[in-house]
């Protein structure tokens, strides 16, 4: 059965640095999403990307954030100068019709900010 | 704005105890509704969903729920729980017609002892 696949698993990084999250999306796919988990709270909306460009963002994805389709299978996350408070899980989701469908998640990219 | 809650935060039971975990949104729309489970470990996964029809919905490894409109619910059940169920429990929405992305609850942590 396809997944979605992230990587990498975890990152550690400095505060200040960019950080480049990947994610493989399932293969027929054409929605893809980020959510992310602050360790004990609840898993929380990012961005969704359809048709290369941003369809929807939450309030927590500002300038330090962007997405982007660079070839026909990875889809990116990247946060240009990362704070302590960025720390969490990421996930990258995907579905196939958006709206009326339902969506597939990777196994998530823990970022640790030091 | 949309929003989910899950009021079992903890839930700790014996194998083949019955299980109802509640979930309740607040949206006035159409909404579709999800469950996904996290074993420990791993990445989310769907467990089940509604999106029309037949309210009473079941899932993957003996689950079901069951929509109740006027109470703005969607409860998680299962009759008999195995120690395999341990695991931690989101209930997801999001709003037809208006945007794709999930709203999650806070999630519930099962444990199921032996």
């Known amino acids: 059965e396809p997944e979605v696949t992230q990587t990498p698993s975890h990152q550690v990084t400095q505060m200040g640095q960019e950080v480049i999250l990947r994610c493989v999306p399932i293969?027929?796919?054409?929605?893809f999403y980020w959510y992310r988990q602050i360790l004990g709270q609840k898993v929380e909306f990012l961005v969704s990307f359809y048709n290369n460009e941003i369809s929807e963002k939450s309030e927590i994805f500002d300038d330090q954030f962007s997405v982007e389709r660079p070839d026909g299978s990875n889809f990116t996350l990247k946060i240009r100068s990362t704070k302590l408070e960025d720390s969490a899980m990421y996930f990258c989701a995907s579905s196939r019709d958006g709206r009326t469908d339902t969506q597939y998640f990777g196994p998530g990219t823990r970022l640790t900010v030091l | 704005a949309q929003s989910v809650s899950q009021h079992n935060h903890h839930v700790i039971l014996s194998e083949a105890a019955s299980l109802e975990l509640g979930c309740n949104y607040s949206y006035g729309g159409t909404v579709n509704l999800f469950w996904y489970v996290q074993y420990p470990g791993q990445h989310l996964q769907l467990l089940l969903k509604?999106?029309?029809?037949?309210?009473l919905v079941k899932g993957i490894k003996g689950f079901e729920a069951e929509f109740i409109k006027s109470k703005f619910s969607f409860n998680l059940r299962k009759p008999s729980v195995q120690w395999s169920d341990t695991a931690e429990y989101f209930c997801?929405?999001?709003?037809?017609?208006?945007?794709?992305?999930?709203?999650f609850g806070t999630g519930t942590r099962l444990q199921v002892f032996p």
């Open positions: 997801a929405v999001n709003a037809v017609g208006a945007a794709d992305k999930l709203i």
């Open positions: 293969s027929n796919h054409l929605y």
């Open positions: 509604y999106f029309s029809g037949d309210p």
